[in-house]
């Protein structure tokens, strides 16, 4: 598939580091920090976790309200949740970043915070249609609220399996675009 090539790395507007070595590509796409969400979700996980703490003190002393133990049970877990998908969104704002590694006739995506994260690995010869696909607005369509966090979506889409799938978060249309053309030209196979 990849041809021998030298070690080289380039950036594309400073937030794309494309690195093209004799046995790999690798893009590391740092996410692009939303200042608004971050001292939002900031105060928001402040009164979470008052009352992550508070509320099942309120358990143990025998207070429940009106709608008994079931609604107060079923209420803390639905902001337990909440708020892991918050220090999530938190985390990912301040320190993501995307990681794509086409090697031995795999395409890996790592969505990474911090050194942790995880892989997602596609068979390079049943990837169909890369391409610059800026994301359209969708009021109807779950993940554009996740798009609007900085947690999902992309401008780069591929087809697999009966299924487009999506990376380049917070990139815009001309850094896809010039990420598309990094990973077409060394690995036709991606076409």
Request: proline share 10%; net charge positive; aromatic share 22%.
């Given at each position: 598939m990849g041809q021998s090539r030298s070690s080289s790395s380039s950036s594309l507007s400073s937030r794309v580091m494309i690195m093209d070595a004799s046995d790999c590509l690798r893009l590391v796409i740092p996410y692009s920090r939303s200042w608004f969400v971050v001292g939002f979700l900031g105060f928001w996980l402040c009164a979470w976790a008052v009352a992550e703490v508070v509320i099942?003190?309120?358990?143990?002393?025998?207070e429940a309200p009106s709608g008994g133990w079931s609604l107060m049970v079923v209420w803390f877990a639905v902001w337990t949740v909440a708020g892991v998908l918050a220090v999530y969104a938190?985390?990912?704002?301040?320190?993501?970043?995307e990681i794509v590694i086409i090697q031995d006739g795999r395409l890996t995506l790592r969505r990474d915070i911090g050194g942790f994260g995880w892989d997602k690995v596609y068979e390079l010869e049943k990837v169909r249609a890369l391409r610059a696909?800026?994301?359209?607005?969708?009021?109807?369509?779950?993940s554009m609220a996740l798009q609007l966090w900085g947690i999902g979506g992309g401008a780069i889409a591929f087809d697999y399996e009966g299924k487009t799938r999506?990376?380049?978060i917070g990139l815009d249309e001309t850094e896809a675009k010039q990420a598309v053309a990094a990973i077409k030209k060394?690995?036709?196979a991606a076409d």
């Open positions: 099942p003190f309120r358990f143990l002393e025998g938190w985390l990912w704002q301040v320190m993501g970043k696909a800026p994301v359209v607005f969708d009021p109807m369509d779950l999506r990376f380049g060394r690995w036709r």
